[in-house]
Every structure is written in structure tokens, then in C-alpha cells.
């Protein structure tokens, strides 16, 4: 995949959880809620309708504030990539100010855990410095910190 380094942030980490639960963790709507934004903040809401086209909407409590984004899956291969943004909501209705697409690319590594790499891909080169002035490795990172953990957990 060509990464376009004005406009594209990504990274990639190596997981100690199976590409499965990786996978459900980001697919199913109970999970969401135990990783999906950075703690202390939270999911307070999340819809899911797993297919292209299909919404991917969620609702976060930040500092007391209440964020929704609404998006919608523009690929999904499972168990190896998810493709979502909010440049569309659901029934293809374009957004009003749409920010990014993101990719989950996922793969075994030799040891059963998981390659993960997160890329986020905007219109411009500022919305991505934007988006990396808001932290997105610090934000991201902790992201797949805790869904580590938290799938960590659904092995026992």
C-alpha cells in the first residue's frame, strides 16, 4: 500500500492476542466500549451495522462532553482489514466536514499474536497535522494498548 507521508499517519505494532479477537474486538458493539478511546474517556454509544455501507457510529464522553461520530465501512475483509470513515454516513449521505478514512490492516505473526497497523488517511496535509497535533500516535497507541489488554482478558 502506498502511504502518502503528507496526508497519511500510521503505525504499526505487534500484538500478543490471536488476529480473531483483535477482529471481534473491533467488530462487535459490546466490545467497543473497553478500548475504543483513550481513558479516562468513554464510549457511551456504539452502532455498528458490519458490511460496506453499513454505519460505524459511535458516541464518546470526553471531559463531560458528548461527541458522536458518525461513520460508515468502506471495506471490510475479515479478520484482515477494516476500512472505515466519516466522509459518508449511512446510505452514502455525504458528511458535512468529513475528517478521515482509517484502515485496520491485520495479520499472524509466527507466535500466534497479531501484526496491527492503523492508518489514517485525510484530504489534506493539514487536517493530518492537525490530527497529529491532537495526539493521534499518543491517542491511537493508547488505543491498541488497551485493546490489547482488554483482549488479553477475553482469552482467560
Not at 479516562?40 to 462532553?65: I, K, M, S
Not at 499472524?108 to 500516535?137: L, N, V
Request: glycine residues 8%; proline residues 6%.
Amino acid at each position: 500500500m502506498d502511504l502518502d507521508p503528507k496526508t497519511d499517519l500510521s503505525f504499526t505494532r505487534t500484538l500478543a492476542v490471536p488476529r480473531r479477537l483483535v477482529w471481534e474486538c473491533w467488530t462487535s458493539p459490546e466490545h467497543i466500549p473497553h478500548f475504543f478511546v483513550p481513558r479516562p474517556h468513554r464510549v457511551t454509544a456504539c452502532d455498528l451495522d458490519l458490511r460496506v455501507g453499513g454505519r460505524f457510529n459511535t458516541t464518546f464522553e470526553v471531559e463531560g462532553n458528548l461527541m458522536e461520530n458518525h461513520g460508515v465501512y468502506l471495506e471490510v475483509v475479515p479478520q484482515e482489514r477494516l476500512v472505515f470513515t466519516d466522509a459518508y454516513r449511512e446510505g452514502w449521505k455525504p458528511a458535512p466536514d468529513p475528517f478521515m478514512t482509517a484502515l485496520l490492516l491485520l495479520s499472524d505473526t509466527a507466535d500466534g499474536g497479531t501484526t496491527y497497523t492503523a492508518i489514517a488517511r485525510h484530504r489534506s496535509a493539514e487536517t493530518a497535522e492537525q490530527h497529529k497535533a491532537m495526539g493521534f500516535f499518543d491517542g491511537w497507541g493508547t488505543v491498541v494498548d488497551q485493546l490489547e489488554e482488554y483482549a488479553r482478558g477475553l482469552m482467560k
